[in-house]
């Protein structure tokens, strides 16, 4: 119904007047474009919720959810007409762009069409027929999209596709192993469930690839990764319940080992493919050097543990392996630079001398192997070699941390959206006070995700800005009680489900929000490593700001237009003066005591009161200047105040 319409549009797109494109602009373009790929993405992931919906047992499909979904799917369809006639509209006169947005749109449409039809109770259809007809939509849409322009990296989509399709080979392999246990097996109503058991294994890894396909068109969006996460747990459980029911049909050792075997090339697998989901696309120039650091500090964290014992020694080849290609990379960038740079010397420098401590770390190490002795010395060495690592590329290290903590942030925010829209929906299917607590529960959440979010979209509106990053790494701690405090309630209500699709939905959002948040607490502990200089530069760049604030009015005073705001009386600003320059020796002083201790976090709090102090001086500064007679008193004030706020960023 909607296609002699979108050939409507874009004829009459094709006879515009060039008047029309001279109305035209990029910020305008963006915004459709934007429109655009926000209602493709939407039909992306609700043909996701389709295939999920329908993957169970045609006797336990929650065909009211599947009918919701269809709606859902035919709504945003119909917003699509809207959003391709604005963004014809909005192209430049090219015929050719047009007729290919107008097939993709069109085959897109049809293979909705079927995909809808397909999906409700009445067709008949079979699994095998729904998801042929997924795979259309997932070609269509690939193909507008591709039209308009790319959501994801290409390259990143076919490696999780790639990644899914070795999953469904180590499935398959599984599966036909498990048959052969059925097979032999003589209880009839045991091999029934073997048989059900593989079946199902089989299937779920199927779920998977055409899931794969599908969002591969629209990640690294997060509800996308929730979806595939979702999946991907799924074939881990089918592949634990084939064990268990293959373990319950037989007693041959040797087939069982088989099959224990398989299940690990699929655990195996599965991690793969979501390690590869939630690192997302590498977008530009890989931080190698960050990530190699980030290796050399897990191993030698590692190595603390596994002290006194001959595990030490595993640790210490993991650690050896990496720093020996950090060196090798600062070698070879030293070089680059020349030997008569300072850079250079520098670099290469910290390359011999992290090498050295490497060495004494490694005899360290097989001494405290054999006997335990030495301890101190090894964790005493363990700490140097970090302190050279931070030297040699504690700014790469760092971004490696903060790139890791935006992206456990944004898949612990879409996980547990999604956790707390399914948990929502569960509590009202119940009565009594699990259900008042468990809508509190996700209001609190609700708040969280909210705060989360605006942190992280601050970082990215700021890029490079310590007090965003510093933001962000206060924000996040924020979402770990009240999303407990929703796995706790949800898990305390699912017994009172009726509907066992609901329930096991609900489980299954639980379980990924579950591991979202330990990567989230994971992350959040190792950036926390670089809180006291965080808190240092935060502490800087809002001391500049203050620096910027000065120099305005000092010139503004000059030229005779400085008109600031009435404040404090001369007298009561003057005292506040006194008292706020005060307060700043303080602060300059818990400073400088925190930086003789080489104590990072302290020197950070109070690189952060002294900015604070600094504030508050400057105000009073900017009162009294205000009273004062005569613009030559101001200028002298205000000069030794931008005096004192830059020699203040120096020490910082």
């Known amino acids: 119904a909607f296609l002699p319409e979108i050939h409507r549009a874009l004829e ?17 373009c963006e915004i459709v474009t934007q429109e655009l790929m926000t209602l493709l993405n939407n039909v992306v992931t609700a043909t996701g919720q389709l295939v999920l919906l329908t993957s169970v047992d045609p006797a336990d499909v929650d065909f009211s959810a599947v009918q919701q979904t269809v709606m859902s799917i035919s709504t945003d369809l119909q917003k ?44 008949g259809a079979s699994r095998k ?31 999780v596709i790639a990644l899914a399709l070795a999953v469904d080979d180590a499935s398959r392999v599984l599966g036909r192993q498990v048959w052969h246990v059925a097979s032999e097996c003589e209880d009839s109503k045991l091999k029934a469930n073997v048989e059900s058991e593989s079946t199902k294994v089989m299937g779920s890894s199927s779920e998977l690839v055409v899931c794969s396909q599908l969002m591969a068109l629209s990640l690294p969006e997060e509800m996308a990764q929730a979806r595939l996460l979702l999946a991907a747990n799924r074939v881990t459980e ?13 007693y041959d050792a040797n087939l069982l080992q088989d099959v224990s075997k398989d299940v690990d090339s699929v655990n195996r697998a599965v991690e793969a493919f979501i390690t590869k989901v939630m690192e997302g696309p590498r977008g530009g120039q890989r ?24 595990s030490v020694i595993r640790d210490m080849a993991t650690a050896g392996k990496a720093i020996s290609q950090l060196v090798s990379d600062l070698r070879f960038v030293a070089s680059d630079l020349g030997n008569d740079s300072q850079s250079s010397k520098q670099m290469m420098d910290a390359a011999m001398a992290l090498a050295d401590a490497t060495a004494r ?76 607590g468990l809508h509190a529960a996700c209001h609190s959440l609700g708040t969280e995700i909210g705060n989360l979010a605006a942190a992280l979209k601050f970082l990215a509106e700021n890029p490079g800005k310590a007090q965003a990053e510093l933001r962000l790494l206060t924000t996040a701690p924020g979402l770990l009680q009240p999303c407990t405090q929703v796995m706790v309630a949800a898990k305390a209500c699912h017994p009172l489900v009726k509907d066992d699709h609901l329930g096991a939905t609900l489980m299954d959002s639980l379980r990924v929000v579950a591991r979202s948040l330990g990567d989230l607490k994971a992350a ?103 009273g004062a007679d005569g613009a030559a008193g101001q200028i002298v004030l205000l000069t030794a105040v931008g005096t004192g706020l830059s020699a203040t960023v120096s020490l910082l």
């Open 129 to 159: 027929d729904l998801l042929a007809c997924v795979g259309d939509v997932s070609s269509a849409l690939g193909n507008l999209i591709s039209s308009i322009g790319s959501i994801t990296d290409p390259a990143y989509g076919e490696e």
């Open 524 to 626: 959040i502990t190792q950036f926390s490593e670089v809180g006291g200089l965080l808190n240092l530069d935060a502490a800087t760049e809002a001391i500049e700001d203050l620096t910027t604030i000065i120099a305005g009015d000092l010139t503004a005073i000059k030229s005779g237009t400085w008109s600031k705001e009435a404040g404090d009386s001369l007298d009561v600003a003057s005292g506040l003066l006194v008292t706020n320059a005060q307060a700043v020796g303080n602060a300059m002083a818990s400073l400088v005591k925190g930086a003789a201790q080489r104590d990072d976090a302290e020197a950070g709090k109070a690189g952060q009161s002294v900015a604070k102090a600094l504030a508050e001086l400057v105000n009073s500064s900017r009162d009294t200047a205000k």
């Open 238 to 250: 089918a592949a634990s319940r084939a064990s268990n029911s293959a373990e319950n049909a037989s």
């Open 80 to 123: 699509l007409l809207g959003a391709v006639k604005n963004y014809a509209n909005h192209l430049p006169n090219d015929p050719d762009s047009r007729a290919a947005m107008l097939d993709a749109l069109q085959s897109l449409m049809n293979a909705c069409s079927g995909m809808l039809k397909a999906a409700l109770p009445e067709a």
């Open 287 to 310: 931080n190698i050097r960050g990530e190699l650091c980030m290796a050399i500090m897990a191993s030698l964290n590692n190595m603390k543990t596994s002290a006194g014992s001959h």
């Open 12 to 28: 009459e797109r094709a006879l515009a007047d060039d008047e029309e494109m001279a109305t035209w602009n990029d910020r305008t």
């Open 361 to 436: 770390l490694l005899e360290n190490a097989k001494s405290n192997s054999k006997d335990g002795a030495n301890t101190t010395e090894l964790f005493d060495t363990i700490e140097e070699v970090k302190e050279l690592v931070w030297g040699a590329a504690g700014d790469d290290y760092r971004q490696a941390l903060l790139e890791q903590l935006v992206t456990a942030a944004r898949f612990a925010c879409a996980t547990s959206s999604q956790a707390s829209s399914v948990s929502r929906h569960a509590a009202e299917e119940i009565e009594g006070p699990q259900k008042n």
